[in-house]
């Protein structure tokens, strides 16, 4: 089995890696356009626990819940660079506006969303959290956003991205 998975099997998984006393991190997305402050959450999400699961919204949802014009990249490839992450252990592809019916399937140790959601907002938080579960609200980085990204190339604006961080390169 690969990173990529259907959501049975995601379930199955979870479960089996639940009871064998592993601690299963949740959380979803659209990841139209990955950039750092995608890659920055996700490995903050994976350090809450020993498995990360990535739901990433399917085409049809980006479109209910972003506009007709999104996403840019469809759901398959969005996928497959999600999976290609160190920290993500399983990605899969969910069809409805959120995933808390999924997420009532799974009940992971620790939901994850980004800081921009209002707790009372997370979807799947009561279900979690009625578990015996917990949720988690991580703070993004400052200057990312795929809206605001598309924004800016639409308008032609240059410089997509912050200016690039200082990288140490002393051994």
């Given at each position: 089995?690969?990173?990529?998975?259907?959501?049975?099997?995601?379930?199955?998984?979870?479960g089996r890696e639940?009871?064998?006393?592993?601690?299963?991190?949740?959380?979803?997305?659209?990841?139209?356009?990955?950039?750092?402050?995608?890659?920055?959450?996700?490995?903050?999400?994976?350090?809450?626990?020993?498995?990360?699961?990535?739901?990433?919204?399917?085409?049809?949802?980006?479109?209910?819940?972003?506009?007709?014009?999104?996403?840019?990249?469809?759901?398959?490839?969005?996928?497959?660079?999600?999976?290609?992450?160190?920290?993500?252990?399983?990605?899969?592809i969910f069809d409805?506006?959120?995933?808390?019916?999924?997420?009532s399937q799974v009940?992971?140790?620790?939901?994850?969303?980004?800081?921009?959601?209002?707790?009372?907002?997370?979807?799947?938080?009561?279900?979690?959290?009625?578990?015996?579960?917990?949720?988690?609200?991580?703070?993004?980085?400052?200057?990312?956003?795929?809206?605001?990204?598309?924004?800016?190339?639409?308008?032609?604006?240059?410089?997509?991205?912050?200016?690039?961080?200082?990288?140490?390169?002393?051994?």
């Amino acid at each position: 089995m690969g990173k990529i998975v259907s959501q049975d099997e995601l379930v199955k998984v979870a479960g089996r890696e639940k009871s064998s006393g592993r601690r299963v991190v949740f959380t979803n997305g659209c990841f139209d356009l990955l950039h750092p402050g995608h890659v920055r959450c996700l490995a903050e999400a994976r350090a809450l626990g020993d498995v990360l699961v990535v739901a990433i919204n399917s085409d049809a949802s980006v479109r209910g819940n972003k506009g007709s014009e999104r996403p840019l990249v469809p759901q398959q490839d969005r996928a497959e660079v999600v999976a290609a992450l160190s920290s993500v252990d399983y990605v899969t592809i969910f069809d409805e506006p959120t995933p808390r019916e999924l997420i009532s399937q799974v009940l992971p140790n620790v939901l994850v969303k980004g800081a921009d959601w209002a707790r009372e907002q997370v979807a799947g938080r009561q279900e979690v959290e009625a578990a015996g579960g917990r949720v988690v609200s991580i703070p993004l980085a400052p200057g990312y956003s795929t809206t605001n990204l598309v924004e800016k190339i639409r308008r032609g604006n240059g410089a997509v991205a912050p200016a690039p961080r200082e990288f140490d390169n002393k051994s």
